[in-house]
């Protein structure tokens, strides 16, 4: 496989939602979190320089709209809405558009007095930030999870134990309270496109910046290549044009 082409594959530009996402029990509190990513360190243990977030997020939850979630790399910053009535939108920044789709709403998400994970196995419990949370692994100790009650299970710190590092996920700060509404639509000024265009144009984007020597006719030859296997790109194009009344 060319270098080119292998970037494009590896290269995370869109978070696509699932049909059927769960959205906040009714019952969960108002709150925003703020946690990040750190590959091979655990900044808790190594509070230093070289220790620095990979991936940064904001998450948004009202129980009567739904959850907002804001995710920022070096290179991309995407946001994503899921709403109680099954609404999914995802705005891409660096493109300033975004796309909306109806999905049928999964089951609301079950409270759960010590947030009991399917599979999974109770090792403890642990106050972090404050807030009590109940400590899980599954699999072979391949994950780890501190599930906060008091905040609908939110996970306050995962630990993923996969090869090559492990990637600690850790909260910095939980705010209760409603957000403002503003979070759970697209940013102003930001255009509507269909799902196979906003991709086209973040992917192409990310090609050329991630390879400065890329052209736009063989970042265009990579797009269209990856386009003709995406399957569930394909499928969610087709429910976008359904939507909005366009042929398929």
């Not at 905040?151 to 850790?170: A, G, K, W, Y």
């Not at 890329?214 to 790109?233: F, I, L, P």
């Amino acid at each position: 496989m060319p270098l080119r082409f292998a970037i494009l594959i590896a290269f995370p530009v869109v978070l696509f939602a699932q049909p059927g996402q769960r959205t906040p029990a009714q019952t969960s509190p108002a709150f925003t979190a703020v946690y990040a990513d750190y590959w091979g360190c655990d900044p808790a243990v190594q509070a230093t320089p070289a220790c620095q977030p990979k991936a940064n997020y904001t998450k948004y939850v009202d129980p009567n709209i739904g959850t907002a979630m804001v995710s920022r790399t070096a290179n991309q910053t995407i946001t994503l809405i899921t709403k109680r009535d099954g609404t999914q939108i995802q705005a891409l920044h660096e493109i300033k558009a975004y796309f909306s789709v109806k999905v049928n709403p999964g089951p609301p998400a079950e409270s759960s007095a010590k947030c009991a994970v399917p599979d999974g196995t109770l090792i403890g419990a642990e106050s972090l930030l404050g807030i009590e949370t109940f400590k899980y692994s599954r699999g072979p100790a391949a994950m780890v999870s501190w599930l906060a009650p008091s905040l609908d299970c939110f996970p306050l710190r995962s630990e993923f134990h996969f090869s090559p590092s492990t990637t600690f996920q850790v909260a910095s700060n939980v705010t209760l309270g409603t957000p403002p509404a503003s979070v759970f639509a697209p940013p102003a000024g930001f255009v509507e496109l269909s799902p196979m265009e906003a991709q086209h144009q973040i992917t192409t984007l990310m090609l050329r910046r991630a390879n400065l020597a890329m052209t736009a006719g063989e970042a265009e030859k990579a797009w269209a290549k990856s386009a003709e296997t995406n399957v569930g790109m394909q499928r969610q194009e087709s429910i976008w044009r359904r939507q909005h009344g366009l042929q398929p």
